[in-house]
């Protein structure tokens, strides 16, 4: 759906900034909680949590993150589905979100509904109270940015550092081709398998998968070592090959890494009770130099912000 | 300073994604805490905190919040003072910001610089540490949003909501003209104001002044009553009139609810005590109908976003 409009009546700015904030939390339902606890007030007031929080800021630009192939209602999902992929990285879970909307005061009302309720199925779904937020005007742009909150699952928070020389990397699911097949856009933020992953003592880093295997291994990679992959491991998806499922981004998978000792079996198994239908695959190794034959992710380039 | 430049060599875009991030982590400095607890993670991590959060998100728009004679500096302080003033609006102290950049490729370096090492300063100087953040590109823009966390500073956070038919209301400092004499990026955001007000039991309701005192007061008047004005009691900004005063926005200053039957004499001394340059205004009083020769705020506008 195109966001925008030539049609002055179906435009945001035919609203006018009362009635659309009224609109909003209607959209948001019971996504929004009332005043102070949600959208209202200067701030809002957010109930006490024991123990570390996490955050994370990720948006959503339009010709950027998504274009008129994409629903309205799936932009609005895939803007908080891409923060809970950072959550679920560190295996945490959200507490609340926030949301800051840049918009041209030609946005159709009818695109920023669907883009809202998108948001609150996906909030209600995942139990996200969408507590504030902001609305800016400026020409030619429609971008939001979410901040999302949350709290540790268990006694850890899984890092990118903590890898070593020797671990085995491991990737959840398939890589590759998310921008054609859609996967973009409709992936599930793995939330449980990060939970579950940062109980498991055996890892000992992870994070997801964003801008591509090859760029982001870069960050969990030990120093004095280098991710020595196995090229027929890659869990490539359907119509993708190994340039790909290396270098195209937006997988939200989660990367990791398992301790040279481990049992990789008993993980195996305890893995397939957990999650019987999510892959699970062993692709290589930190070790000290490149073996031969070995498939070098330094050869490949993911996505570069600010190209 | 023109946040554009026209040379490749001084823009963002020649800098590249992995240097431009090493940068702004210089620029920030101190106010960057070290990764987990800042920059470097698919989240930052919070330390605990103890009773509620508080939550806002505001933005500084090129074009809208600023323009080329706004030095970059002062941008990066307006984008984190202007939160901060929310905060200090429901009695609140900050404890962590993160932030949302959207810029063009052909942002110049120096802009950037400017802008982050004012928005360190700023940060230094509050105490709030800037624990992450995105950068994201998009055409002909320059956008950031900042999300700011806090916490109460005593027993209760005051809202909008909770003043009473006969309730007197104040406000802090001079209203009008701040966008003619530059208040609107040098103002202090009145936290020790705010925190000292919510301390006090007389005071009922509180709110910061931004969009203008007549628009703004819409959210503090109680159903059933009308705000009264007193048009001589306006602290009025030299250059500026009453229209202005109810009107200009961005005064950032706090407006507020004193219970009917206070003490005023004696809350005024403790002011003079703890704020002594600081001006105190008892404007008027939520009354059931407009009083003869009482100036009514429902005749001017505010500012009125989205159109």
Redesign the interface.
């Known amino acids: 759906m195109h966001p925008f409009t030539k049609r002055f009546h179906d435009s945001?700015?035919a609203?006018?900034?009362e009635k659309?904030i009224a609109a909003l939390r209607r959209w948001l339902g019971r996504a929004s909680p009332k005043?102070?606890f949600g959208i209202?007030?200067?701030?809002?007031?957010?109930?006490?949590?024991?123990?570390?929080?996490?955050?994370?800021?990720?948006?959503v630009?339009y010709?950027?993150h998504f274009d008129d192939s994409v629903p309205a209602r799936a932009v609005g999902a895939k803007l908080l589905k891409r923060n809970l992929s950072?959550?679920a990285?560190?295996g945490?879970r959200p507490t609340?979100a926030?949301?800051?909307l840049?918009l041209d005061?030609r946005i159709s009302t009818a695109w920023l509904e669907g883009f809202y309720r998108g948001l609150a199925t996906c909030a209600r779904q995942y139990g996200v109270p969408v507590?504030?937020?902001?609305?800016?005007?400026?020409?030619?742009?429609l971008?939001a940015?979410l901040?999302l909150?949350?709290a540790a699952t268990g006694p850890r928070?899984l890092?990118?550092?903590g890898a070593r020389l020797g671990d085995w990397i491991f990737v959840t699911g398939k890589l590759g081709g998310s921008l054609t097949c859609g996967h973009h856009f409709k992936f599930k933020p793995r939330l449980a398998e990060g939970a579950w992953l940062a109980r498991r003592a055996e890892v000992r880093a992870m994070?997801?998968v964003s801008d591509g295997l090859a760029k982001d291994l870069r960050a969990l990679t030990p120093s004095g070592t280098v991710a020595a992959l196995t090229a027929s491991a890659l869990p490539c998806r359907a119509g993708a090959n190994v340039g790909a499922a290396l270098a195209d981004g937006e997988d939200y998978e989660l990367v990791f890494a398992v301790a040279a000792r481990a049992d990789l079996a008993a993980l195996r198994r305890a893995w397939r009770r957990a999650f019987p239908r999510t892959r699970l695959s062993c692709i290589g190794r930190f070790t000290r130099t490149m073996p031969a034959g070995a498939l070098d992710p330094g050869s490949y380039h993911g996505y570069?912000?600010?190209?």
């Open positions: 945001v700015s609203l006018g900034e659309l005043s102070p209202g007030d200067d701030c809002a007031v957010l109930p006490p949590v024991r123990g570390p929080q996490l955050i994370t800021v990720d948006p630009i010709g950027r950072d959550l990285a560190m945490g609340a926030v949301l800051a840049t005061a507590v504030g937020g902001d609305i800016a005007q400026a020409d030619g742009i971008a940015s901040t909150l949350g928070v890092t990118r550092a994070m997801d570069e912000h600010l190209r």
